[in-house]
């Protein structure tokens, strides 16, 4: 009897249908940098103008990274307010942690009222918080932080995740899919805020390039889904559907992409390999997340990626043949905000829906019905999402 009745019970915790996503948001800081004049910007606010020939070497990876803007936090006001900020080595870990602590609940606070008006239901239907964040590790932490911000229920359940990488968006919506899919009515609300110039922005210097280059690529931003299976006809309105998840580790990788907390802030190596070793890889983590659905055409499907650099994109279009149109998402989203950590996948998700829309699409997907969605990160680690797009109503 007592079987029966724990079996009765999980039965009744599980929801019927796939995870799916119901409404997304994003956001940043008001101040926008044109990618033209970034390396003027940069060294004048770090008072670096004096080197000369680094400062061309930095430009000509600007011209060359295919970022038009990129919506960045950090002001030269805040800078000149704390000066400590343009060392390189400056024990400047204080401050930023100080300005972080505040400022990623906020902007992701942004971010998540977006989604929750798109989505249009009642606050108090938030069953689960996800927070990822590249900065402001604290306790209570960011996610405590958004519950009072947002006014969420006291008893939502809540998963912080702090500087696990680039990837971690869309691990956030493999987890995401696991609760709601056993969790029946509950409803993720998923957010993610990477403010890179307060946890990584100084001063340049000589011999150090992957940590300048760095300064080239990364943008702030903040994203926010909201997830739950089994929608409410009338009421939700499904964009993609979750089908599948995995992860996996790229063999011998594991110093491609460093990452260090210091007291001058959060260093970082990066590999100038990374595009190769994703590129190399890719098509292997697509077979196994496809192969059981029989999709072996990638140009078939619709692509929602993590956007990394225009190198890392170039590589993985030549390397699968894919057609110039496949990658249009991440490049559009990496034009006009740059990399922006965990953000920036989510990021490409919400640039699919719209282009949809706004294309009179038969599908959330570009027309396409199924589709993939990419993190990469430290380790190096792949997460991969298989997505079913939902047919577009005919009223848009």
């Given at each position: 009897?007592?079987?029966k009745t724990i ?5 009744a ?7 799916t996503?119901?409404?997304?948001g994003t956001?940043?800081?008001p101040q ?16 670096s103008e004096?080197q000369?020939d680094l ?17 960045v ?10 000066p ?12 930023r942690?100080?300005?972080?602590v505040v ?21 108090e ?6 927070f ?19 006014g ?8 912080m ?9 869309v ?13 029946r009515?509950?409803?993720v ?16 210097k000589d ?18 889904l909201?997830?739950g299976?089994?929608p409410?006809?009338?009421v939700e ?17 594991e110093?491609a992409i ?11 190596f990066f590999?100038?390999?990374?595009p190769?070793f994703?590129?190399?890889n890719?098509?292997t ?6 192969g ?14 993590h956007?990394g650099?225009?190198?890392l994109?170039?590589?993985?279009e030549?390397k ?9 998402a991440p ?7 740059g ?13 699919m ?18 589709g ?6 430290p ?7 298989v997505l ?5 109503p005919?009223?848009?």
């Amino acid at each position: 009897m007592a079987f029966k009745t724990i079996e009765s019970i999980r039965k009744a915790q599980r929801a019927e249908g796939p995870a799916t996503v119901l409404a997304m948001g994003t956001a940043n800081p008001p101040q926008v940098l044109e990618q033209a004049s970034y390396t003027d910007w940069h060294f004048r606010v770090t008072k670096s103008e004096h080197q000369v020939d680094l400062k061309k070497k930095i430009q000509r990876v600007c011209d060359n990274s295919g970022i038009k803007t990129r919506s960045v936090f950090l002001t030269e006001e805040i800078i000149e307010e704390n000066p400590i900020l343009r060392e390189f080595d400056g024990n400047s870990v204080n401050i930023r942690q100080e300005l972080a602590v505040v400022e990623v609940p906020k902007l992701g606070e942004k971010a998540a009222r977006k989604a929750i008006k798109e989505w249009g239901q009642p606050m108090e239907k938030i069953t689960h918080l996800i927070f990822c964040s590249m900065g402001g590790v604290d306790m209570p932490g960011a996610d405590y932080k958004l519950v009072k911000l947002l006014g969420l229920n006291p008893s939502v359940k809540r998963i912080m995740m702090y500087q696990v990488g680039c990837f971690v968006g869309v691990t956030a919506m493999r987890l995401a899919k696991d609760i709601t899919e056993n969790n029946r009515g509950a409803r993720v609300l998923v957010v993610t805020c990477d403010i890179m110039s307060i946890v990584r922005l100084r001063g340049p210097k000589d011999g150090e390039m992957s940590d300048l280059l760095s300064h080239t690529l990364f943008g702030d931003g903040a994203a926010a889904l909201i997830i739950g299976s089994e929608p409410i006809n009338g009421v939700e309105k499904p964009l993609f559907e979750i089908v599948s998840a995995y992860q996996t580790l790229i063999p011998e990788t594991e110093e491609a992409i460093d990452g260090h907390l210091k007291s001058s802030g959060l260093s970082a190596f990066f590999s100038r390999d990374i595009p190769k070793f994703v590129s190399e890889n890719i098509e292997t983590c697509l077979t196994e997340a496809f192969g059981p659905i029989g999709v072996t055409d990638w140009n078939s499907i619709f692509w929602v990626s993590h956007v990394g650099s225009k190198a890392l994109l170039d590589h993985v279009e030549a390397k699968l043949n894919l057609t110039k149109d496949k990658l249009r998402a991440p490049r559009k989203v990496l034009s006009e905000y740059g990399n922006m950590s965990s953000s920036s996948a989510l990021f490409c998700l919400n640039e699919m829906r719209n282009h949809s829309t706004q294309m009179g699409k038969s599908t959330t997907g570009e027309g396409s019905e199924w589709g993939v969605v990419f993190g990469f990160g430290p380790g190096m680690t792949v997460d991969t999402l298989v997505l079913h797009s939902i047919p577009t109503p005919l009223d848009g």
